[in-house]
């Protein structure tokens, strides 16, 4: 904290103030806060690095405005694989530091973007490695060929189950996407104390409530009709594939005698390169319309949106009963 003021050199004055800024990247306007110092005696103010770098956080702003890919996804993307930045970089074909100056928030070209969007699609990173010898066949390659192989059974044994017909009213127009859920959960589970049953009712007023916004849902989930609520179609699988996907997520067992539960744990802070700016909007409104129910109080209100009221036992929901709910 800065106490002295350097232009009147008083310290009585100084307070820290938040203030819109925008800026200009590659001709377009950005707008985000900034927090400076002030000087109430002679009303200057002054950045300071200890405040945040606004570059930083204006470039981050951008590059979600335009889907691009953050810093921490490709350093969470290399590390996933053990690989080094020169094992990547030498893959991709890009020059000696420029992937290290992207993973420390430089803002990528284009054609560069377009690159790492594709390579971190587990069948594109396959196709990458098989396409050049002599890294298919260095030992180091082959582990992360084994790993990519895994996820990719994985990811297609998903489409099996939930995406053999096309987008439609029960998955709210939207094939089912295991990364999407796995954000998602990160969402509500980082930092707090969620049981899986809570989970389950967050998840159904998430998707419900962005499609009735946006006439799609975040995750793609079905929701069934069950005696304890909307609960996702088939979740015991979707859970299991969400936790061996993603390693951040976790669940623990908590056992109060008569009451037994799981808590649902995020290891590590989380980033949601999944979710766009409206799916982002939705999860905060629902976080923070639930944050002190209970998984009973979100329960009974579940039970009363047309949606379950209108639906049988063990019957799927069509996201078209979104349309009468609402957060009020
Ligand atoms: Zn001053």
């Not at 069934?224 to 699988?237: I, K, Q, S």
């Not at 669940?251 to 802070?269: A, M, N, R, T």
């Amino acid at each position: 904290m800065l106490n002295q003021c350097p232009t009147c050199e008083k310290t009585t004055g100084m307070e820290i103030i938040h203030r819109l800024q925008d800026f200009e990247i590659k001709g377009e306007k950005v707008t985000i806060e900034v927090s400076l110092y002030h000087c109430k005696e002679c009303d200057s103010v002054f950045s300071a690095k200890e405040l945040g770098d606004p570059f930083k956080t204006a470039y981050d702003k951008y590059r979600q405005q335009k889907g691009m890919v953050q810093p921490e996804e490709i350093v969470k993307f290399r590390k996933k694989y053990g690989l080094t930045q020169k094992d990547l970089s030498d893959l991709l074909g890009f020059g000696g530091i420029t992937l290290s100056r992207y993973e420390n928030g430089a803002l990528q070209d284009l054609a560069h973007d377009h690159i790492l969007k594709l390579a971190m699609e587990p069948r594109n990173f396959i196709e990458l490695i098989l396409q050049n010898p002599t890294f298919a066949q260095d030992q180091k390659w082959k582990s992360v060929l084994f790993k990519l192989n895994e996820e990719l059974s994985l990811i297609e044994h998903v489409d099996m189950l939930f995406n053999k017909t096309p987008p439609d009213e029960f998955n709210g127009f939207t094939p089912l996407k295991i990364s999407k859920v796995a954000d998602v959960i990160k969402y509500f589970c980082y930092n707090r104390n969620i049981y899986k049953t809570k989970l389950m009712k967050l998840l159904f007023y998430s998707d419900f409530i962005h499609f009735k916004n946006y006439k799609h849902s975040i995750t793609g989930l079905r929701y069934a009709h069950l005696p304890y609520g909307p609960v996702p179609d088939g979740y015991e699988l979707i859970l299991g594939a969400v936790l061996k996907s993603d390693p951040n997520i976790k669940l623990e067992p908590v056992d109060f005698g008569e009451y037994s539960g799981e808590l649902v744990k995020i290891v590590d802070p989380p980033i949601f390169g999944n979710l766009s700016e409206t799916e982002l909007d939705v999860l905060k409104n629902v976080s923070s319309k639930f944050e002190y129910f209970s998984s009973k109080a979100i329960s009974i209100k579940s039970h009363k949106e047309d949606a379950y009221k209108g639906t049988n036992n063990s019957e799927l929901i069509s996201y078209i009963f979104a349309d009468g709910m609402s957060l009020e």
